[in-house]
């Protein structure tokens, strides 16, 4: 028992200083990694932006469509035409 504890204890002190070096990074890294993700955040905006104007046309047409669908409606209950939906 005492040959695997000190055996254990070798290799937990080996352990601690490439755990420690795991820890470190490269700095220029790091700060394309940051530029990454702002790039990342300005698309997700820049969708965002997009969706918002395809819905708000989409809304538009939809109102464009229900009108000329009202007119049409309206100008065949004038001339007696049967239009079917």
Do not use: H, W, Y
């Not at 080996?14 to 820890?23: L, M, S």
């Not at 790039?39 to 997009?50: H, K, M, P, S, Y």
């Not at 046309?57 to 009202?70: H, M």
């Amino acid at each position: 028992m005492n040959s695997f504890s000190r055996a254990f204890r070798v290799l937990s002190l080996a352990a601690i200083p490439c755990a420690a070096g795991g820890c470190v990074t490269n700095p220029k890294a790091e700060a394309l990694r940051q530029q990454q993700m702002i790039e990342f955040g300005d698309a997700i905006n820049e969708v965002r932006v997009n969706v918002g104007e395809m819905a708000a046309t989409l809304d538009s047409l939809r109102s464009i469509v229900a009108r000329q669908d009202t007119t049409i409606a309206r100008l065949a209950n004038v001339t007696g035409v049967v239009v079917v939906k």
